[in-house]
């Protein structure tokens, strides 16, 4: 099932909000070490969810959890693979940004869990909206 057009505006914001959300928790001193270790990563795993609303802005909320998990998840899997070129594109801060470095269980369970409840709160949202 298609999902309706969303808006560009509420995209924006979330996308918006969910980058500063993720780096402020690998940034902002004082936070419990849980936040600072899973928050970004969560939000990394959300922000792709609504990365693919915003490309796509009629996709379902189901395939743009597919694309947002199956993308985020290659990207962590990526991170066994080294070669040269590969790690001095790690190297540059957008590279490192955007591909990590270091594999770690616990960011593909963030980031499916970030996409997820992305996704649910969407599914949530629109079905509030839709309620008499």
Same mark, same amino acid.
């Given at each position: 099932?298609?999902?309706?057009r969303?808006?560009f505006?509420?995209?924006?914001?979330?996308?918006v909000?969910l980058i500063?959300?993720g780096?402020a928790?690998?940034r902002?001193?004082?936070?419990?070490?849980?936040i600072?270790?899973y928050?970004?990563d969560v939000?990394w795993?959300?922000?792709?969810?609504?990365?693919f609303?915003a490309?796509?802005?009629t996709?379902s909320?189901?395939?743009?959890?597919?694309?947002a998990?199956?993308?985020?998840? *290659?990207?962590?899997?990526?991170? $066994?693979w080294?070669s040269p070129?590969?790690? #001095? !594109?790690? +190297?540059?801060r /957008?590279? &490192?940004? *955007?591909?990590?470095?270091?594999? $770690?269980?616990?960011?593909v369970?963030?980031? #499916? !869990?970030? +996409?997820t409840l /992305?996704? &649910?709160?969407?599914r949530?949202?629109?079905?509030?909206?839709?309620?008499?």
């Amino acid at each position: 099932m298609k999902a309706s057009r969303r808006s560009f505006t509420g995209v924006l914001f979330w996308l918006v909000s969910l980058i500063a959300f993720g780096v402020a928790s690998r940034r902002l001193g004082g936070l419990p070490e849980w936040i600072t270790l899973y928050a970004g990563d969560v939000a990394w795993g959300a922000m792709f969810f609504v990365l693919f609303c915003a490309v796509r802005p009629t996709l379902s909320t189901a395939r743009a959890w597919l694309a947002a998990v199956l993308t985020t998840e *290659l990207i962590e899997f990526s991170e $066994l693979w080294h070669s040269p070129w590969l790690d #001095a !594109l790690r +190297a540059t801060r /957008a590279g &490192g940004f *955007l591909l990590g470095h270091v594999f $770690l269980w616990s960011d593909v369970v963030c980031v #499916a !869990l970030g +996409a997820t409840l /992305a996704a &649910g709160a969407e599914r949530a949202w629109r079905d509030r909206a839709r309620a008499p």
